[in-house]
């Protein structure tokens, strides 16, 4: 397991305070650290959600950020850090390193106040260190904005998902319409947009063109079905048959329920290609390409441009 970041504090110190003064590479002390822990291949390649950077990376960084806030490390140059004489005396202290260890310093609790009250515009006042910052979480800041983004996006998937199951027939063919044609499939003729629900017949709902010219389709079968009403192995076989008389090789089987483990294995042992799209995935798809909801508001995460600075 990968530690938090405020575990990463001390070793990151310890590492620091190895070079006698000089400076020391980020990607060394990341390397040594994660040594240190014995952290495995996969917990060293892990990623966060966005996949750009790796988790020991994003914490360790943090960890240096906040050490060099309270003035224990400096920063001489882009992916480089030193120790100074305070980290050098918290490194030989008996003290746990954390943030609460940091609040002792005015730096550090004047930059935990200027992060916590933003959106305050008065002039600041003295900061002593009686004055009480506020508390900070084990998880780092991207990781508790990403954490917020998930539990949010999560609520809306399942009242997305609660409300298509209430929606007209019609009204559930038009949304997948929509869902489909957003993700690219409908080719370009209004026809072939719009064939989903039309056909309705030999046990297919509908069929709608994978791409532009119309030269392969994919049929589809729907179900608006309430929770626990899962879709049966039964179904899967009686959607291969009809496809089989339409000589069809790809079929999209969508349900707001569940599929039975027998219907997800008889979906994967049959020779045509089957896709399965539980009522989960399907909220999932529709936050993706705003289907029944809309972006309120868009938040762009920033980082330093190193080069900019570098001479």
Known sequence: MIPNYQQFMRPVLEVAAQANGAEVKLRDVVNQIADKFALTDAERTETLPSGKQSVIDNRIGWAKTYLVKAGLLESPRRAHIAITPRGIKAVHSQSEINNTYLQQFDEFVAFTQKSNDTQQHTKPSIVTTSQQAE???????????????????????????????????????????????????????????????????????????????????????????????????????????????????????ITTSDFTASAIDTAQNLGTRIVLINGHELARLMLRYNIGSRDEQVLHLKKIDEEFFES
């Open 135 to 253: 508390p900070i979480s084990d998880i780092t800041p991207d990781e508790a904005l990403r954490a917020a983004y998930k539990k949010i996006n999560n609520a809306l998937a399942e009242e997305l998902l609660q409300r298509t199951r209430k929606v007209t027939p019609a009204f559930f063919e038009d949304l997948l319409i929509e869902l489909l044609v957003a993700m690219g499939y409908g080719g370009t003729g209004e026809g072939a947009a719009h064939a989903l629900g039309k056909s309705g017949d030999n046990g297919v709902d509908g069929v709608i063109d994978q791409d532009p010219l119309g030269v392969d389709q994919i049929y589809i079968q729907a179900k608006r079905y309430a929770e626990g009403n899962n879709v049966s192995a039964g179904d899967i076989r009686d959607f291969f048959g009809a496809l089989n008389l339409k000589k069809a090789h790809k079929g999209i089987f």
